[in-house]
């Protein structure tokens, strides 16, 4: 039997504590490293930015402050340097206020601020669209009627001819579920989503690079208190297998994105969101999104209590750096991966990015137990 080079990297989130922990279990990783169970982009990590203004305030804080869109200061160094360590960055511009956004082209009266966009290859942005325009709002909360795309269609020409690379281009925030506010039927999303489809392919018929077309995504009703009850967690993965399901058996070349997530919407909660015990939550939907093959993950956001970055001064929140290990640890492989001792860990692994071998993730959710994981795993094919 030849010798067996095995490369190996361990990434563990548990709760520093200087309690002595006060009981301890063991169990085995079983890694089946056989064949990849799904795969990732290269640049899997997104954020968004959002367009809430400074008045936005929930739960008695304002937590935008000048971290929206047409506010934020993107010359700022601590800024750049965070979008920067990740080279590209997708950033997806949009959010709630998507959906009431008028584009100053040529079909509208309406006065309108100037939108700064700066083309540096550093990012790959993700255009959300707003898609109430002409509907109604029945007063159940039901939009009704067809989505007019005239306005949005301008708005794709304008960035066409000014040779905007933009990167994809998303129809509405959360409206379908039971929607944030405002909802819109499955059918008539789907019929939205056709029309929004051939604008593009009509706009973008003599332009090389074709855009991606990006379907919305339904709203996220976590309550944050359950982030470290392992059944929640693993609740959230039917989202996923049902949405990887549906995209396997249709006939379509479609890939799944996760568009908007913050755990919390409406802003999130101030040291919950953007605290240290929300990367229990981020990273585990970071896992579980790639192992249903989720090609890209869209965290909301760069800023407001969500945010990957503080609002005022941009400083890395807990997140951010999550953010950072996972895009330069986590290949593109994905390996199925279980874990026999106790429900509380949480264990993901990928093939290694910079190196070869794999990268383990354990995510330990009990804050006074200490766990000793051994590994069993079979043949990788991350090696070759
Ligand atoms: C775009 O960003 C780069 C920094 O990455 C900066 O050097 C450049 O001046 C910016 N361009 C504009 C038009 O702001
Ligand atoms: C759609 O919106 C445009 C403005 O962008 C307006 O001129 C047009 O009348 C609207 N179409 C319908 C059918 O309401
Ligand atoms: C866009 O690119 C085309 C072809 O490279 C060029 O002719 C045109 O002037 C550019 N337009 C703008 C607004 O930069
Ligand atoms: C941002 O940082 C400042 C200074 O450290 C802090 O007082 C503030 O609470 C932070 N904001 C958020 C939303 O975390
Ligand atoms: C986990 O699996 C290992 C290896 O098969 C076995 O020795 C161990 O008893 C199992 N532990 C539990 C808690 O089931
Ligand atoms: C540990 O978690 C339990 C619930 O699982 C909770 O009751 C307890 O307060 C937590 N202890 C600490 C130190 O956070």
Known sequence: MGSFCFWFCFVVLSFASSQVANASVEGTVFINGKVPIGRIDEDFICATLDWWPPEKCDYGTCSWGLAGLLNMDLNNNMFLNAVKAFSPLKIRLGGSLQDKVIYGTEDNQQPCTPFVKNTSEMAKVIFGLNA??????????????????????????????????????????????????????????????????????????????????????????????????????????????????????????????????????NSGHHLVTNAFVFSFWYLDQLGMAS??????????????????????????????????????????????TSFNGTEKIRSYTHCAKQSKGITLLLINLDNSTTVRAKLAFNSTPCDT
């Not at 993965?237 to 990887?244: K, Q």
């Not at 956001?301 to 999550?322: H, I, R, W």
């Not at 290990?325 to 593109?332: A, P």
Request: net charge negative; hydrophobic share 35%; glycine share 10%.
């Open 132 to 265: 109430l325009a002409g509907r109604t709002i029945h007063s159940n909360g039901e939009a009704l009627g067809a989505w007019n795309y005239t306005n949005a269609e301008f708005f794709i020409r304008y960035t066409v001819e000014k040779n905007h690379t933009i990167h994809g281009w998303e129809l509405g925030n959360e409206l379908s579920g039971s929607g944030v506010g405002t909802r819109v039927s499955a059918d008539q999303y789907a019929a939205d989503t056709a029309a929004l489809q051939s604008v593009v392919e009509n706009v973008y018929k003599n332009v090389d690079l074709k855009p991606l077309i990006i379907a919305p995504g339904g709203v996220d009703e976590h309550l944050v208190e359950k982030i470290l009850d392992p059944s929640v967690l693993e609740g959230e993965s039917e989202t996923f297998s049902g949405l990887h399901n549906i995209i396997k058996s249709s006939p379509t070349s479609a890939v799944v994105w996760v568009g908007e997530a913050g755990g919390a919407y």
């Open 291 to 336: 192992k249903y093959d989720t090609r890209t993950y869209c965290r909301q956001s760069l800023g407001g209590n969500y945010g990957l970055l503080n609002t005022t001064n941009f400083e890395p929140n807990p997140d951010y750096y999550s953010a950072l290990l996972w895009h330069r640890l986590m290949g593109r492989n994905v390996l199925s």
